[in-house]
């Protein structure tokens, strides 16, 4: 008997569809729940980075002591379970053995379906491992790499999403498959949309659900169930947005969490006295942060972000023009951090949607917005404009502040064309990256190097407008 939780870890709440089984066949187990939504999808990137974020995650829940560990996602569990299973010592659970499982119990015809993200189906992880218990049985994999951002931008019962499914699946028709594998742990959320294309007579396998039973079988095999004397307790992380994670746990699950959100990739950094020599980059954007950290270090200054001051308060951007916020941005966070500040207020204006979503390019899906539903909601946009007219136009307006003298504020702007494309490539950069696409060097913004994408974008523009001028400003002081 233990009281421990049990930990549940995923790229996102996909994870979720697995947390809520559990739940349900074991309400007098505690859960802690992690989602790594500021880094996903897991399914484009390799096998190696999959281990390096997936270890991240492990660590982070056996701060929690937890007594079983579940990698509640395919893509972590084909490229991870080995590694952490040898490592740890208390059991861990992954998804696709269950799924295989009761694929092999269902299949009639003897030709089983698997749509997984890139990084399962390369693995062959389902294939193998239903072949390793039944040799004969023909299995055809599938990438559905759109499935998982559907999903977290919660456009679940979009158009879009039904059309996605549709297209995605055609492969799959008419081959003698009785039964599909839903072997990623988001996929259960668009079933009603699969089971529609795939049609009644084929079995959909929900192989986090049936990873529940292994779980409660393996509680009781290591004697490990709780007593059931006290409540249960659940707690539910996210490396993301945890206002877009509450939404969709409540709409789509039925479950009512209030997810925090948690920094799972760096070593928790001390806040030092101010130095004479730091500059501040006042974002709360990631990958903003590591563009222009690069500048400022290279010039030899202790570059920090707002990562380093938690407990700063949020400037609201209410400006009208990019230069506005970023001179709120700028002003706002010099005076209350008492250093020297660089802001920037940046965003995509496309010419065929008269230049949104411009200064509101971070909200541009209203609510418990994140890049993925900034994303589909652009696409969605301009499913009917033809390719030549998708032009586009990326703009940053760079403020640098001095704490308490707004009047001596520096300010450069930088911006880049390009078009936007149908469908995202590359995994590089962040927001709008994947589908903005560059004619001139045949790859999207998102295929670029940190480096590369510096040499021609328009925060690597301003930069170097800035570049030009920030040291004679700065020692003024
Ligand atoms: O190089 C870029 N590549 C892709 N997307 C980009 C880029 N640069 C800006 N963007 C998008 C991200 C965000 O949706 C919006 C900026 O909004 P913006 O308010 O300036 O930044 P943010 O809210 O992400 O962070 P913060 O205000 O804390 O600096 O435009
Ligand atoms: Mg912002």
Not at 130 to 145: F, W
Not at 374 to 384: E, G, M, Q, S
Not at 409 to 429: C, E, H, K, M, Y
């Amino acid at each position: 008997m233990n009281n421990q939780p049990i930990g549940f870890i995923d790229s996102g709440v996909g994870g979720l569809t697995v947390v809520k089984e559990a739940l349900r066949q074991l309400p007098n187990e505690s859960v802690v729940f992690l989602g790594d939504q500021a880094r996903l999808p897991y399914g484009p990137r390799p096998a190696a980075q999959v281990r390096e974020f997936t270890w991240q995650m492990v660590n982070f829940q056996l701060q929690k002591h937890i007594k079983m560990l579940v990698i509640a996602c395919n893509t972590a569990t084909a490229a991870a379970l080995p590694d952490v299973r040898a490592k740890l010592d208390i059991p861990v659970v992954g998804v696709i053995v269950p799924g295989s499982r009761a694929a092999l119990k269902a299949t009639k015809t003897g030709h089983i379906g698997v749509i997984g993200t890139e990084g399962t189906v390369t693995s062959h992880a389902y294939a193998d491992t239903i072949h390793s218990k039944a040799k004969q049985v023909k299995v055809t994999e599938l990438a559905a790499p759109k499935f998982v951002p559907l999903v977290e931008s919660n456009e679940m019962t979009s158009p879009v999403a039904k059309r996605v499914v549709a297209e995605t699946l055609q492969p799959l028709l008419h081959q003698g498959i009785d039964t599909l594998v839903m072997g990623c742990t988001h996929y259960p959320l668009l079933r009603p949309l699969i089971q529609n294309v795939m049609g009644d007579d084929v079995t959909l396998i929900d192989s986090g659900a049936e990873t529940v039973s292994e779980v409660s079988m393996l509680l009781d095999y290591f004697n490990l169930a709780a007593h059931g004397t006290q409540p249960a307790t659940n707690q539910f992380y996210t490396t993301g947005n945890a206002k877009m994670f509450d939404l969709i746990a409540g709409n789509w699950l039925n479950l009512k969490v209030a997810a925090s959100r948690v920094v799972i990739d760096q070593e928790p950094t001390d806040v030092q006295p101010a130095a004479l020599k730091t500059v501040v980059i006042a974002s709360k954007n990631p990958g903003k942060v590591k563009e222009l950290a690069a500048m400022f270090e290279a010039d030899g200054l202790t570059v920090k972000s707002l990562a380093d001051f938690p407990a700063v308060a949020t400037v609201p951007e209410t400006g009208k023009t990019f230069e506005e916020n970023a001179r709120l941005k700028a002003d706002g966070y010099a005076k209350a951090l008492e250093l020297p500040v660089v802001a920037d207020d940046s965003g995509l204006m496309v010419d065929a949607l008269d230049g949104a979503p411009g200064v509101f390019s971070a909200r541009y899906a209203g609510q418990g917005h994140n890049d993925a539903a900034n994303n589909a909601k652009l696409i969605a946009n301009l499913a009917d404009v033809p390719d030549e007219k998708r032009t586009a136009t990326f703009h940053t307006t760079l403020v640098f502040a001095k704490p308490n003298r707004p009047a001596e504020d520096l300010v450069v702007a930088g911006s880049v064309q390009g078009r936007i494309t149908g469908v995202p490539r590359g995994d590089n950069g962040f927001g709008y990256d994947p589908y903005f696409f560059l004619p001139q060097l045949g790859k999207t913004m998102a295929e670029l190097s940190q480096n590369e994408k510096n040499q021609i974008s328009h925060r690597g523009n301003a930069m170097r407008a800035l570049e030009a001028k920030w040291r004679d400003w700065y020692k003024e002081d």
